[in-house]
């Protein structure tokens, strides 16, 4: 009889089941694991953008986390938008209907635009003529600040 070295093939398949339980035993099973981390640190900046786009949104009011713009449309209508976080950590761009309640329910303006996801937490500051100290924290990322010109003058 030939003696035998290493292993067989069903027991290097049953060591690398017991490594990848214990795996999962010291890390959990969290979202993040499953789906990886999907953080673009520039993503901020394209909201930014979107929000500065020249003759767009006009500053009206700023609360700690809710900014309250001017939208201007190609017809010339103006509604007021809001720029604020939802539960789920999305900044979102809506729009408010004044009036109300059953006219709000009654307006055909529905959804939201999504600005950027996995958001923690955002401050906004009015510094004064349509401009707005922006404080972002979003996923594991540090904190970003930068100002947005929501003067809503063309070319500004």
């Given at each position: ?30 979202r ?8 673009d ?51 979102k ?10 006219e ?46 929501l003067?809503?003058?063309k070319?500004?």
């Amino acid at each position: 009889m030939t003696r035998r070295q290493g292993f067989t093939l069903i027991e290097t398949l049953f060591a690398l089941m017991i490594t990848a339980g214990m795996f999962l035993l010291v890390t959990g099973t969290s979202r993040t694991l499953i789906r990886g981390v999907q953080q673009d640190s520039l993503a901020w900046l394209q909201a930014v953008q979107v929000l500065e786009r020249p003759g767009k949104y006009q500053l009206v009011r700023t609360a700690r986390d809710v900014l309250v713009v001017k939208d201007h449309d190609r017809q010339g209508k103006q509604r007021e938008m809001k720029v604020l976080l939802d539960k789920k950590g999305v900044l979102k761009l809506t729009a408010t209907i004044p009036g109300s309640h059953a006219e709000q329910e009654a307006a055909d303006i529905r959804g939201y635009y999504p600005l950027l996801r996995q958001v923690t937490a955002i401050h906004w500051r009015n510094l004064g003529h349509g401009v707005v100290k922006l404080r972002l924290k979003q996923g594991d990322l540090p904190w970003r600040e930068t100002l947005v010109d929501l003067r809503g003058v063309k070319g500004s």
